[in-house]
């Protein structure tokens, strides 16, 4: 299956194509909940590891 390249309808031919950071930033709004609760597990991942790897050298 091809990935999705998605253009808003209302770009004009002189407009450049929007950012990849304009991009991701829309598709992080429209996927909000997914978006923070990778987030937030990404961010408990890090720290388990972080105090682990502290108690581990301590």
């Known amino acids: 299956m091809a990935p999705e390249t998605e253009t808003p309808p209302n770009l004009s ?3 450049p194509p929007p950012s990849y950071v304009k991009l991701a ?3 992080m709004v429209r996927k909000g909940g ?3 609760q990778h987030f937030a ?3 408990i991942v890090l ?3 972080l105090v682990g790897l502290a ?3 301590r």
Do not use: D, I, V
Request: proline letters at 6%; glycine letters at 6%; hydrophobic letters at 35%.
């Open 41 to 43: 597990l990404t961010t």
């Open 34 to 36: 997914k978006s923070l």
């Open 55 to 57: 108690y581990l050298t």
């Open 13 to 15: 031919p002189s407009e």
């Open 47 to 49: 720290l388990g590891a």
């Open 25 to 27: 930033m829309r598709n």
